[in-house]
């Protein structure tokens, strides 16, 4: 069974940093590709990155390009966000979510796997 745990959010001030983690089982990550989604009160969920390592691709919108990470430790079966310079408009949920197929995951949707969230919240 195809599991995702997400951890790592929390409380931060503008400018700061916070590193997300998607810990996956029942699967090994080369085999799908990843990805890491928002959504913040009253809108609708967003797509933030993605990375697939079989096809050699990583995604980031372009309202988080240039300050977000997403890298894959396969020996740990665990995709990270790295988050830098966070903003008040990136609080949300964040959610990771595995699907067998890339343009799934970049479509978003319904996919093989979705995690339980986890809180981000930047205020001063």
């Known amino acids: 069974q195809l599991q995702l745990v997400e951890s790592g959010g929390g409380l931060v001030q503008p400018g700061g940093s916070l590193r997300l983690s998607c810990a996956a089982s029942g699967f090994t990550l080369h085999s799908y590709a990843i990805g890491w989604f928002r959504q913040a009160p009253g809108k609708e969920r967003e797509g933030v990155s993605c990375i697939s390592s079989s096809d050699n691709v990583t995604y980031y919108a372009d309202s988080v390009k240039g300050r977000f990470t997403i890298s894959e430790d396969n020996a740990k079966n665990t995709v990270y966000l790295q988050m830098n310079s966070l903003k008040p408009e990136d609080t949300a949920v964040y959610y990771c979510?595995?699907?067998?197929?890339?343009?799934?995951?970049?479509?978003?949707?319904?996919?093989?796997?979705w995690g339980q969230g986890t809180l981000v919240t930047v205020s001063s």
């Open positions: 979510a595995a699907d067998s197929l890339l343009w799934r995951v970049l479509a978003g949707g319904a996919l093989d796997a």
